[in-house]
């Protein structure tokens, strides 16, 4: 891989990596601590939305960002070339 090929695969690694982060934080943090109050209001399943996402939802939503970033990192590696 060439030192710009290489150069772009890690900027494009960085920023998937920094926006898929970032969503995980304001779910985590946003949802689960500041936005507490405002999803109490909302029920899901018996419980308080604000109580399901500080206990499960932040989980769920980081399985789920480890799923999407495979598999942008498999399209990345692709389109550079350096796919298994």
């Known amino acids: ?4 090929n290489h150069q ?3 900027n494009k690694n960085l920023k998937y990596l920094a ?3 970032s969503i995980w934080f ?9 936005f507490v109050n405002q999803l109490n ?3 899901m ?10 206990q499960q939802g ?3 939503f980081f399985i789920a960002i480890i799923f999407i970033y495979v598999y942008l990192m498999n399209k ?9």
Do not use: Q, T
């Open 1 to 4: 891989m060439s030192d710009k």
């Open 8 to 10: 772009s695969y890690w």
């Open 19 to 21: 926006i898929l982060l």
């Open 26 to 34: 304001l779910v985590s943090y946003g949802c689960g601590i500041l």
């Open 41 to 43: 209001e909302i029920r």
């Open 45 to 54: 399943g018996g419980f308080k939305l604000g109580f399901w996402f500080a």
């Open 58 to 60: 932040a989980i769920y």
């Open 76 to 84: 990345l590696d692709k389109a550079h070339g350096v796919d298994e």
